[in-house]
């Protein structure tokens, strides 16, 4: 008896485990680098971060690859304590932590030093401190103006406008925000108690200087917005705010009773001013991480090692 056997020369038989694996490791291996190659080439042609929605860590691509890229920080002395000049700790914490290098940058008389201190470094950290001498803002002095020092002013006067003058990134938190103002031509109330109205108590009285005190609403179409969100929860230390914004400041932020909580510069790729003390919350609020991750991130473009980063 002879048996036929018929050769069906397009049936094939089901893939084996091996093959689906390889398949699927080729599939996805072309998408990372087609998503790389896309990213490369926006941040060539744009000079920014493709950003996902959660924030990046600089540099941790390379520190993976073995290689660090961190940018150089200036952090500006907050003022004097006796003869000593100073920073607090929090600030120097939550540059490190956000993966900058910080260099604390004293006071000094020298032009030419202060235009050393911009060439050098990467992003400028203003802090907080004591009271700006107010005839540096147009006025004489009001009921309720704390402790100046007009040295300290003056110092940190000339170098926020020359760090804007650059283009280089600005973080400046609390006095920080009030001398990004007044550089710009801006004022100050020299007290809460003189704004008009019924007005928060903005200088709270916690047991952490990390807890919550009063809530802020965001400006649509601010630079901020796109860190923190429409509303935000913040601390809150002082007894003074911007009045007039300088030229070219926009408002991003504002408190319930209306006094301004943010500021940014229309005109530069990274000037924001705050008025609460994120250095302090960066351990309990995943919003302030985020504004330090944001604000190291345009450093580290300023440096010319560009790159996205995950957490």
Known sequence: QRITVHIDPFHKSAPSGFEILFLSMYIFFIFYIVYHIISALWIFLTGKIIHSRRTCRPADHLAKKGVHMEPKIGIIVCGFTENRQFVTN??????R??????FILPLVRSDHVIDEYV?????FLFCGGDDITPLLFGE??????????????LFQIRLMKRVLASQ????????????????????????MSLIPGKVLNHMQQSASRSEVSHRIRIER???LKQYAGSCLYVNSFHHQAVNLPGKGVSVSARAQDGAIEAIELDSHPFAIGVQWH?????????EMRDLFHEFISHSLINSGHAGHTNL
């Open 278 to 286: 994120p250095e302090c919350m960066y351990r309990t609020s995943r």
């Open 97 to 102: 932590y956000s993966r900058g290098l910080p």
């Open 90 to 95: 929090p600030y120097i914490q939550s540059v």
């Open 119 to 123: 060439k050098f470094c990467d992003g």
């Open 168 to 191: 280089k990134p600005v973080l400046a938190i609390c006095r920080g925000m009030q001398i990004l103002s007044v550089a710009c031509g801006g004022t100050i109330w020299q007290d």
């Open 140 to 153: 004489e002095p009001r009921n309720g103006n704390g402790k100046t020092d007009i040295t300290v002013d």
């Open 221 to 223: 179409g601010s630079r």
